[in-house]
């Protein structure tokens, strides 16, 4: 099973456990609780690893060269963008 077939898993079982048994005035309906899965659902995204991914920059060189040389650092950064990575945030911020 892949990664994202493992999520839709999760999410399907949390959608699921979403519903309370019975409404005592509507004895025959089923209701969808909707703050109760939002609830859960992202803690549960959060657990499998989601992250936000950001609009941004990959950071400028942390050092410069005394000879203003910082070629293999621009380089370096270029091959990172060009394989395709990008800037994520955590879905769920965490606690100091």
Same mark, same amino acid.
């Given at each position: ?54 609009? #941004?920059?990959?950071?400028?060189? =942390?050092? $410069?060269? &005394? +000879? ?15 394989? #395709?990575?990008?800037?994520?945030? =955590?879905? $769920?911020? &965490? +606690?100091?």
């Amino acid at each position: 099973m892949t990664k994202q077939e493992e999520i839709r898993e999760g999410i399907r079982r949390l959608i699921d456990g979403c519903y309370n048994a019975r409404n005592p005035d509507y004895p025959k309906l089923i209701a969808f609780q909707p703050m109760k899965f939002l609830n859960e659902i992202m803690p549960y995204l959060h657990s499998q690893g989601v992250v936000i991914k950001v609009d #941004g920059e990959l950071p400028s060189s =942390p050092f $410069i060269e &005394e +000879s203003g040389d910082n070629n293999g650092f621009i380089v370096g950064r270029d091959f990172m963008l060009r394989a #395709g990575y990008t800037a994520v945030i =955590p879905l $769920i911020k &965490e +606690s100091k």
